[in-house]
């Protein structure tokens, strides 16, 4: 069955970077593309980017672009989201989210089980 | 950017109630367009891909459709499970967006 395990809370200072992991499994790691998505508290869902495993191709939002990189190690069938400059505004709990279909920048129907990254100082 | 919007952004109804809830698109994104149903603490679940593709697994009682560039979730008996919020995604170009959420309660 697939499944995606995220790594645990972080808590940052402002200013820190953080890196979350998604370890998948139960498919064929490479076949489907990965979003991250993010919710801050009592809010709504956010999109952040996604990236191809195949070839590591990345779409960023714009409200993210050039502090946010989305990477992958298919040896360990592993997606990466980092995010660097952190303030108060990024404390959200982060989710990444397989699409629905294979090789095709779909809706996400499996998803991990969230991240709390916690930004304080 | 396309921006998605939605109505109402809650409604309460009682058990047994037909639910529809609105979402817009601020321009085409043809049909890729999913429907997620949230609960607190929980990850997002896919109720309806490609506009009205039901998600395997989950109850006939959700269904979508569209016209143009509106689309509607509908839940045609509500249940007490039904309790969440729901957004819209616009999966069509880059960046994919959400919608607001609509909240959803029981009477």
């Known amino acids: 069955q697939v499944q995606l395990v995220q790594s645990g809370a972080e808590v940052k200072r402002p200013g820190a970077s953080v890196k979350v992991s998604c370890k998948a499994s139960g498919y064929t790691f490479s076949s489907f593309y990965m979003h991250w998505v993010r919710q801050a508290p009592g809010q709504g869902l956010e999109w952040m980017g996604i990236?191809?495993?195949?070839?590591?191709?990345?779409a960023y939002a714009q409200k993210f672009q050039g502090r946010l990189t989305l990477t992958t190690d298919t040896s360990t069938s592993t997606v990466y989201m980092e995010l660097s400059s952190l303030t108060s505004e990024d404390t959200a709990v982060y989710y990444c989210?397989?699409?629905?279909?294979?090789?095709?920048?779909?809706?996400?129907?499996?998803w991990g089980q969230g991240t709390l990254v916690t930004v304080s100082s | 950017d396309i921006q998605m919007t939605q109505s109402p952004s809650t409604l309460s109804a009682s058990v047994g109630d037909r639910v529809t809830i609105t979402c817009r698109a601020s321009q085409s994104i043809s049909s890729w367009l999913a429907w997620y149903q949230q609960k607190p603490g929980k990850a997002p679940n896919l109720l309806i891909y490609k506009s009205s593709t039901l998600e395997s697994g989950v109850s006939s009682r959700f269904s979508g459709s569209r016209s143009g560039t509106e689309f509607t979730l509908t839940i045609s008996s509500l249940q007490p499970d039904d309790s969440a919020t729901y957004y819209c995604?616009?999966?069509?170009?880059?960046?994919?967006?959400f919608g607001p959420g609509t909240k959803v309660d029981i009477k």
């Open positions: 995604h616009q999966f069509h170009s880059y960046p994919f967006t």
């Open positions: 989210g397989r699409t629905y279909i294979v090789e095709v920048p779909a809706a996400p129907n499996y």
């Open positions: 990236i191809n495993p195949r070839g590591g191709s990345t």
